[in-house]
């Protein structure tokens, strides 16, 4: 049973355009949402995240929107660049914070 | 900022021997350990998570087990491999709680032959 959907395999977006990656939920539960970026053959590293407080939040280049009702959150990328070219996971914990839970993954193929 | 350590970083294994990969966490206290894998088409697959000393939970029926010996140290097993074991294990720390962000190790490629 997936809880987090990352139903885009890849994506590929012209370099200096929005990039947007998409995650849904099924689990209710959850009140926190990660994303990460990783390289081949490297650890994920934390991009930004959100709490279900909230519907948006900003960091530099990066803003992760948050839809409770519809139980979806978007990860939005302005503007792309060659750098951003990687695999996009988008996470979730409950309450509780002790377990996170990843989706499969999208990889970004950024064009030049 | 903590800081996790992840060996070995490459290893190849036949089918049937044990194995033991280790992983430490400096910079922070009593923080919750978690290790992952990355398979072809599964994404980041939650393996164990621990929130304390001797404290282990498993997510996945299978031949691995973890053990957290000390605070700061976290080990994956396995008495004997099966191919299916082969991928990219990914140790994690975080602080726990509402709003915890994990931090993630170098990973260690594991392949089964």
């Known amino acids: 049973d997936q809880q987090v959907k990352q139903n885009s395999p890849s994506l590929s977006v012209q370099e200096g355009r929005i990039s947007i990656l998409n995650c849904d939920y099924t689990n209710s539960m959850f009140d926190y949402f990660l994303w990460y970026k990783k390289y081949p053959a490297e650890g994920p590293t934390f991009l930004i995240s959100?709490?279900?407080?909230?519907d948006k939040n900003e960091d530099g280049r990066f803003t992760v929107f948050l839809n409770k009702s519809a139980k979806h959150l978007s990860l939005h990328i302005v503007p792309s660049q060659p750098g951003d070219s990687a695999v996009y996971f988008c996470?979730?914990?409950?309450?509780?914070?002790?377990?996170?839970?990843f989706g499969k993954g999208t990889r970004l193929h950024i064009l030049p | 900022s903590q800081t996790i350590h992840q060996w070995p970083a490459t290893l190849v294994q036949p089918v049937g021997s044990p194995l033991s990969l280790e992983c430490t966490v400096e910079?922070?206290?009593?923080?919750?350990l978690y290790w992952y894998r990355q398979a072809a088409g599964r994404g980041l697959q939650l393996l164990f998570y621990s929130v304390g000393i001797g404290q282990i939970s498993s997510e996945v029926p299978q031949n691995l087990s973890a053990s957290r010996p000390q605070d700061r140290q976290f080990i994956l097993s396995s008495k004997k491999l099966l191919l299916s074991d082969s991928g990219f294990y990914l140790c994690?720390?975080?602080?726990?709680?509402?709003?915890?962000?994990?931090?993630f190790g170098e990973g260690s490629w594991l392949t089964v032959v």
């Open positions: 996470a979730a914990s409950a309450k509780s914070g002790d377990k996170i839970i």
């Open positions: 910079g922070t206290s009593n923080p919750n």
């Open positions: 994690a720390s975080g602080t726990g709680g509402a709003g915890n962000t994990i931090y």
């Open positions: 959100i709490s279900s407080i909230k």
